[in-house]
C-alpha cells in the first residue's frame, strides 16, 4: 500500500502556507513550533520534494507546496463532512453550527427569532458571522461557515437554496415631504456598493435610472435612516427593519410603493454536499415563521 500523509500533516502544511509563518501557524494549529516544523519535514520526506522555502527571517511554499496545501483544504473538509454526518445521523438538531447572515438581515431578523431557535433546538449551538454576500459565500465555499442567510436574487453557484418567503420595500422619506411625481425624480439615499440590497431594491422597483446622491452612500440602513431624518432625501427600506423599529423616534414617514409590490426574497443556502442538510431545513422552517410575521 502506498503511504499517505496524515490529517494533522496536511494541516499543518495548510497553516503555514496561510500565514508564510512557523509561530503563527503553531499557535493557530495549538502546537508547539517544533513539533509543527517536524511534522511538515516528514511530510516532505514523504512526497521527496519540498513544500517550503526556508530562511533565517521568512517562510514561504514552493509552487509545489501550494498545489498539496490546495488539495490539503478539499481533504480536511471531506473529513469533517465525515465528522458532520455521524454528528448528523446521531442527533441533526444539535452540535455547533456556523451561520452567515448579512447586515441588512441579521439585526432585524435574528433576534426575534433567537427565543424560537433556542426553543426548538435547545442542543444546536448556532455561531453567528455577519458580513456581505460575496464574503460570506466565500466562507461557505470554504467551509468555514455551515449555512448563509441572505436575499435573494443573487448568483448562487451550485449550492443548495431555501426560500423562506418575502420582505417588502416601502419609501421612507422626511415628515413634510411633498413626493415628486415618480420615485425616479427623488434624491435617493442608497447603501454603498458590495451590499446587495442597493441593487435589488433598485431592481424590484425598476429604478436603475433613478436620480442617487451621489455625496452619501450608506453603510447600514440605520444610517440610512439618520440620514432621511435629516433631510437629505429619501430611501427604499425593507419592511423587517421598519417592523424591527429602526425608524422609532424619528421625524419621517413610511409610505407603500405603487403597484405590484417591489420586494427581496429571503433565503438560507448551503453546500449541497454538507450532510447537513436536515438540520438547516429545520432551521430555515423556522425563520419561515418569523418572517411571515412581517
Not at 21 to 47: K, P
Not at 131 to 138: G, H, K, M, V
Not at 222 to 241: E, F, I
Amino acid at each position: 500500500m502506498k503511504p499517505t500523509p496524515t490529517l494533522r500533516q496536511l494541516r499543518y502544511l495548510v497553516a503555514v502556507v496561510d500565514r508564510c509563518h512557523f509561530g503563527q501557524a503553531a499557535t493557530a494549529c495549538n502546537v508547539s513550533q517544533s513539533t509543527l516544523s517536524a511534522s511538515i519535514q516528514e511530510l516532505e520526506d514523504l512526497l521527496g520534494a519540498p513544500l517550503l522555502e526556508r530562511t533565517k527571517r521568512s517562510v514561504v511554499p514552493t509552487a509545489l507546496g501550494r498545489q498539496v496545501a490546495d488539495r490539503a483544504r478539499d481533504l480536511l473538509k471531506g473529513a469533517e463532512d465525515l465528522v458532520d454526518l455521524a454528528q448528523a445521523a446521531r442527533d441533526p438538531l444539535s452540535g455547533p453550527l456556523h451561520l452567515g447572515v448579512i447586515p441588512t438581515i441579521g439585526p432585524f431578523l435574528l433576534p426575534r427569532a433567537m427565543p424560537r431557535l433556542r426553543e426548538s433546538f435547545p442542543r444546536l449551538q448556532l455561531y453567528l458571522r455577519e458580513d456581505q454576500t460575496a464574503r460570506l459565500l466565500e466562507r461557505l465555499e470554504a467551509g468555514v461557515l455551515d449555512a448563509v442567510l441572505l436575499a435573494l436574487p443573487y448568483a448562487l453557484g451550485d449550492l443548495e437554496v431555501m426560500d423562506l418567503g418575502e420582505d417588502r420595500f416601502s419609501i421612507v422619506q422626511p415628515a413634510g415631504h411633498v413626493p415628486a411625481a415618480s420615485i425616479a425624480d427623488e434624491n435617493l439615499l442608497l447603501l454603498e456598493d458590495g451590499h446587495c440590497l442597493r441593487d435589488q431594491a433598485l431592481a424590484a422597483c425598476e429604478l436603475e435610472g433613478a436620480r442617487r446622491n451621489a455625496g452619501f452612500n450608506g453603510t447600514s440602513l440605520h444610517t440610512l435612516a439618520q440620514m432621511v431624518a435629516n433631510g437629505l432625501g429619501v430611501t427604499l427600506m425593507p419592511q423587517m427593519a421598519i417592523d424591527a423599529g429602526i425608524l422609532r423616534g424619528l421625524d419621517v414617514t413610511v409610505h407603500p410603493l405603487a403597484g405590484a409590490v417591489p420586494h427581496r426574497r429571503i433565503g438560507l443556502v448551503w453546500r449541497r454536499s454538507s450532510p447537513r442538510a436536515e438540520t438547516f431545513r429545520a432551521l430555515g422552517d423556522a425563520l419561515k415563521v418569523e418572517l411571515a410575521k412581517s
